[in-house]
């Protein structure tokens, strides 16, 4: 049976992770906590953390906040300042290849490189989010009406992806072969890169602000809905002319966030109500990993192995459940 370890938390968990073996948890308030070989909590920020995204080698997190300020904090409880937009309001981040770190507030993006140089990006529309290709220094730049593509260490043009409306999360599949922007309306769009053909996918009763590629990034699973919806994004068109898998359906509750298993056909579903379940995909065979608790699902991870599954809700709580004994 899965066990839960409870981790006090002072408010709405904004991101739950892993670096490494040790979880991580950030809160709209500020505290961070770190838990493995026991636990640091410490806040860096002078003022509210608005996002947290972990380093690509797993060997820090970078947070922003209301204050302005980009920090790297490492497990040990050190951080490290390295960008500042004194009077800014740096809500969106995204960590890439050899230590950069895309933020961005209001029309501008930046990229701050390991050596510290910055490079700016300015848009004609506000930044809706940001997402690092999987390999090289390219970044995607959602806006109104599309999204942008800039190479982040040349000179060279940016690509304009189009659509109507307002783009906000924006995700790269991990083969790198597919954008996908969720929208301000209940519906996500996507490009194939190659050519850039559109994709189109609609249906949800609510926003999508959850997403989580499958192993190989088969499948795409979202929240938005009462159950988890996962897009085919296998075979030449991707999810067009195809049906969608819904996992884990519930009549009283809709899904706020999703992860996907780092190893098997498997994701982890988590609700309005506080409940996390964990679908399989072949079969839909549900596992019940929590029951409901005070508030919504707001962010849940696997570690590397897919042994353990942090999660945090809007309501303060968080803990680390195991599925082995």
């Given at each position: 049976?899965?066990?839960?370890?409870?981790?006090?938390?002072?408010?709405?968990?904004v991101?739950?992770?892993?670096l490494?073996?040790?979880?991580?948890f950030?809160?709209?308030?500020?505290?961070?906590?770190?838990?493995g070989?026991?636990?640091?909590?410490?806040?860096?920020?002078?003022?509210?953390?608005?996002?947290?995204?972990?380093?690509?080698?797993?060997?820090?997190?970078?947070?922003?906040?209301?204050?302005?300020?980009i920090?790297v904090?490492?497990?040990?409880g050190?951080?490290?300042?390295?960008?500042e937009?004194?009077?800014?309001?740096?809500?969106?981040?995204?960590?890439?290849?050899?230590?950069?770190?895309?933020?961005?507030s209001?029309?501008?993006?930046?990229?701050?490189f390991?050596?510290?140089?910055?490079?700016?990006?300015?848009?004609?529309?506000a930044?809706?989010?940001?997402?690092?290709?999987?390999k090289?220094?390219?970044?995607?730049?959602?806006?109104?009406?599309g999204?942008?593509?800039?190479?982040?260490g040349?000179d060279?043009a940016?690509?304009?992806?189009t659509?109507?409306?307002?783009?906000?999360?924006i995700?790269?599949?991990?083969?790198?072969?597919?954008?996908?922007?969720?929208?301000?309306?209940?519906?996500?769009?996507?490009?194939?890169?190659?050519?850039?053909?559109?994709?189109?996918?609609?249906?949800?009763?609510?926003?999508?602000?959850?997403?989580s590629?499958?192993?190989?990034?088969?499948?795409?699973?979202?929240?938005?809905?009462?159950?988890a919806?996962l897009?085919?994004?296998?075979?030449?068109?991707?999810?067009?002319?195809?049906?969608?898998?819904?996992?884990?359906?519930?009549?009283?509750?809709?899904?706020?966030?999703?992860?996907?298993?780092?190893?098997?056909?498997?994701?982890?579903?988590?609700?309005?109500?506080?409940?996390?379940?964990?679908?399989?995909?072949?079969?839909n065979?549900?596992?019940?990993?929590?029951?409901?608790?005070?508030?919504?699902?707001?962010?849940?991870?696997?570690?590397g192995?897919?042994?353990?599954?942090?999660?945090?809700?809007?309501?303060?709580?968080?803990?680390?459940?195991?599925?082995?004994?």
């Amino acid at each position: 049976m899965p066990t839960v370890a409870p981790v006090d938390m002072d408010g709405f968990v904004v991101r739950a992770g892993f670096l490494k073996e040790t979880a991580y948890f950030a809160s709209g308030e500020g505290e961070i906590v770190f838990s493995g070989v026991g636990e640091q909590k410490f806040a860096p920020h002078k003022g509210g953390l608005l996002a947290a995204e972990p380093v690509k080698d797993g060997k820090g997190l970078v947070t922003s906040g209301d204050d302005g300020c980009i920090y790297v904090c490492a497990a040990d409880g050190s951080s490290e300042l390295v960008a500042e937009r004194p009077r800014k309001w740096i809500d969106l981040i995204a960590t890439g290849p050899s230590g950069a770190v895309a933020f961005a507030s209001g029309r501008t993006a930046w990229v701050r490189f390991q050596d510290g140089r910055e490079k700016e990006f300015a848009h004609e529309r506000a930044v809706g989010g940001l997402a690092f290709a999987p390999k090289g220094m390219r970044l995607a730049v959602s806006r109104y009406d599309g999204a942008t593509l800039w190479w982040a260490g040349t000179d060279g043009a940016p690509v304009e992806m189009t659509w109507k409306g307002a783009h906000l999360g924006i995700s790269f599949s991990p083969e790198g072969k597919y954008l996908v922007t969720a929208m301000q309306e209940n519906a996500l769009h996507g490009w194939r890169l190659s050519d850039n053909q559109d994709m189109r996918m609609t249906g949800y009763p609510a926003k999508v602000k959850s997403f989580s590629w499958s192993v190989k990034g088969r499948y795409l699973a979202t929240s938005g809905a009462n159950a988890a919806i996962l897009w085919p994004f296998f075979g030449k068109t991707g999810p067009m002319g195809q049906s969608p898998l819904q996992l884990g359906a519930r009549s009283d509750a809709l899904v706020t966030t999703v992860s996907c298993h780092p190893k098997e056909d498997v994701v982890a579903v988590g609700y309005q109500d506080g409940m996390i379940m964990m679908c399989r995909f072949a079969d839909n065979a549900e596992v019940l990993l929590r029951r409901p608790g005070k508030g919504p699902i707001s962010s849940m991870d696997w570690d590397g192995e897919g042994s353990r599954l942090v999660f945090g809700t809007e309501e303060a709580e968080a803990g680390i459940i195991s599925l082995q004994d």
